[in-house]
């Protein structure tokens, strides 16, 4: 069993965590000096609120990971990924989903002035097919092409690479695009004041700063919360189903069994 990280792990779990610091901080910078909450700062805290669904996604998912990667500890909540959750998933998930808002919101910024093309549908028009790229090339080509991380079954006929240690399951982009649709009209889609449309709308139903920061931080948790949790939803399904169930019964990493169909 090889416990020795390769170059490309290394790079990913650097992207994890000097990204994720990065930024987290830069939000918070941004929202210091705006004197207000940064959309940056925003997206940040929900995807860090819901990294916790990030384990039974990877169970669902059959996603597994080699022995040279650090995990959380047994007692982590949730820790339903095969062999351990990735230690780096909570920072690494404000990078994951962060960077592809920011070129998403950028881009769709430039078509609607540019364009004269109606904002909020390109924002998130934009942002689906800027997330859908950013999953298929870090979960398909870094994860399963290269070997961070690999996914032991997919379901028939919606994956690519079908059968081989490799195969990527397609929906996993969708769904993850999805997500990041919704970050980037987050990020995007500010009024004449620079706030998003969950500040404004706090800044509605609350009397002092203190209230909207609040109430604004509550309302993107459980907002990215309920979005994962329903872009989730179908993977279990079908994991529970029984129809993820096309992939090698070769050992996808040496050394270590792969997660059982039924488990």
């Known amino acids: 069993m090889n416990t020795q990280p390769t170059t490309l792990i290394v790079a990913a779990t650097a992207f994890a965590y000097l990204g994720g610091v990065a930024?987290?901080?830069?939000?918070?910078?941004?929202?210091?000096?705006?004197?207000?909450?940064?959309?940056?700062?925003?997206?940040?805290?929900?995807?860090?609120?819901?990294?916790?669904?990030?384990?039974?996604y990877d169970w669902a998912m059959y996603a597994q990971f080699p022995a040279a990667i650090t995990r959380m500890p047994s007692w982590w909540p949730l820790n339903m990924t095969w062999g351990g959750l990735p230690a780096a998933?909570?920072?690494?998930?404000m990078s994951y989903f962060a960077l592809p808002a920011v070129i998403g919101a950028a881009l769709g910024t430039r078509l609607y002035q540019r364009m004269g093309w109606r904002r909020p549908l390109t924002l998130l028009t934009v942002g689906l097919v800027v997330g859908f790229c950013w999953a298929f090339f870090f979960n398909a080509i870094l994860g399963a092409q290269l070997g961070v991380f690999h996914y032991g079954k997919v379901i028939g006929g919606l994956a690519l690479w079908e059968g081989t240690a490799n195969q990527y399951p397609?929906?996993?982009s969708l769904a993850m695009g999805v997500q990041m649709m919704v970050f980037t009209y987050l990020l995007g889609r500010t009024d004449t004041e620079g706030r998003t449309v969950v500040e404004a709308w706090a800044?509605?139903?609350?009397?002092?700063?203190?209230?909207?920061?609040?109430?604004?931080?509550?309302?993107?948790?459980?907002?990215?919360?309920?979005?994962?949790?329903?872009v989730f939803a179908p993977h279990l399904i079908t994991k529970l189903a029984g129809w993820v169930d096309v992939g090698p019964s070769a050992p996808l990493f040496p050394g270590i069994p792969n997660q059982p169909l039924h488990g």
């Open 23 to 56: 930024f987290l901080g830069f939000g918070i910078y941004l929202s210091l000096k705006g004197k207000r909450l940064h959309p940056l700062l925003l997206v940040c805290v929900s995807a860090l609120s819901f990294s916790w669904i990030e384990a039974p």
């Open 89 to 93: 998933v909570p920072v690494g998930y």
């Open 170 to 172: 397609i929906y996993d």
């Open 203 to 230: 800044a509605k139903h609350t009397s002092t700063v203190r209230q909207r920061v609040a109430l604004s931080l509550v309302s993107v948790m459980v907002i990215g919360n309920l979005l994962y949790g329903l």
